[in-house]
């Protein structure tokens, strides 16, 4: 299965090209392979790379991310204090809840998870959030990071059947994509 077509943002597909490029001939890229000076600025700037930390009894299912580094528009939008900082010391209520509940989901199923969905302002008007969260392990079999890639936009037309939410995502020894598919 070919993932790539699937992401219709231009700079996470630049990222998604990026982690197949990492990831060789295994399943997923290791951490220690991800350096985010890499990528293009344009890129760079909407990406936050997670570590995951186990065994955490105070959290429902044991699992927290912290951030371990974040591009200029994720620490605009989040703070200059993101860095070294967990996702639930950094947002809160439903938007916290979404966030992790899907990174968890990345740990958990060995996914590549890549999704849209329109956030209403208080003060009228709306923006449209696009993600695309990437798997870092050793090994085949354990998930150690997650690299993410966050942008923003103008919504879809109202009435469209992408007006509101739209997930996908891909286990990672199902996807097909390699370097050369991207040229």
């Known amino acids: 299965m070919h993932f790539a077509p699937d992401i219709d943002q231009p700079r996470l597909k630049t990222l998604f090209r990026y982690w ?30 997670y570590r995951v930390e186990k065994d955490q009894p105070d959290t429902p299912r044991g699992l927290r991310f912290r951030v371990l580094a974040a591009g200029d528009e994720v620490i605009d939008r989040y703070g200059p204090a993101i860095e070294g900082r967990t996702v639930d010391e950094i947002l809160h209520g439903h938007h916290a809840d979404v966030v992790i509940r899907t990174l968890e989901s990345v740990v958990r199923d060995r996914v590549v998870h890549f999704y849209r969905t329109v956030v209403a302002l208080a003060g009228g008007g709306a923006v449209l959030h696009t993600k695309l969260l990437l798997p870092l392990g050793i090994g085949d079999t354990e998930v150690m990071a997650v690299l993410g890639g966050l942008c923003r936009g103008e919504p879809p037309a109202e009435g469209t059947l992408e007006n509101n939410y739209h997930s996908r995502f891909a286990a990672l020894d199902v996807i097909e994509d390699r370097p050369e598919d991207f040229r």
């Open 20 to 49: 197949v490029e990492k990831r060789g001939g295994v399943v997923m890229p290791s951490p220690g392979s991800i350096d985010l000076a890499e990528l293009p600025v344009e890129v760079r700037r909407h990406c936050v790379l």
